[in-house]
């Protein structure tokens, strides 16, 4: 199974955009599908965005449909996650994790979601 690294968050006003990376470090990434999730203070973890192993499958919370892009490039072993149109209350710390699928990713309950990495913390605020 890949280690995985979070990178890009940082602070960004309400509307802006933000792209966050998940870079595995090694060659298995491909191998599974790869889902966000992110944790907001005193909030539950929350999924966000799933890709298939091969990405031409990709699913989106409902907070986030419309807004967020998941891809992959698999050669470079990395899970991209653009955000745009950003909101006060997408603050929290993302994190990528890998699963068998989506559907495992989508059925996964909020206590459930377990961080494989040290997360990204993204803020948005005026």
């Known amino acids: 199974q890949p280690q995985l690294v979070e990178s890009g968050g940082g602070l960004v006003q309400p509307g802006g955009s933000l792209r966050l990376s998940c870079a595995a470090s090694?060659?298995?990434?491909?191998?599974?599908?790869i889902g966000w999730f992110r944790q907001a203070p005193g909030k539950e973890r929350e999924g966000v965005s799933c890709?298939?192993?091969?990405?031409?499958?990709?699913r989106h919370s409902e907070s986030v449909q419309g807004r967020f892009t998941i891809s992959r490039d698999n050669s470079k072993n990395t899970v991209y996650l653009q955000m745009d149109s950003l909101k006060a209350e997408d603050t929290g710390t993302y994190y990528c994790a890998p699963y068998t699928s989506c559907s495992e990713w989508s059925s996964t309950k909020r206590d459930q979601f377990a961080a494989w990495g040290q997360g990204t913390q993204v803020t948005v605020s005026s």
């Open positions: 890709a298939g192993a091969s990405g031409a499958y990709t």
């Open positions: 090694n060659s298995t990434l491909g191998y599974y599908a």
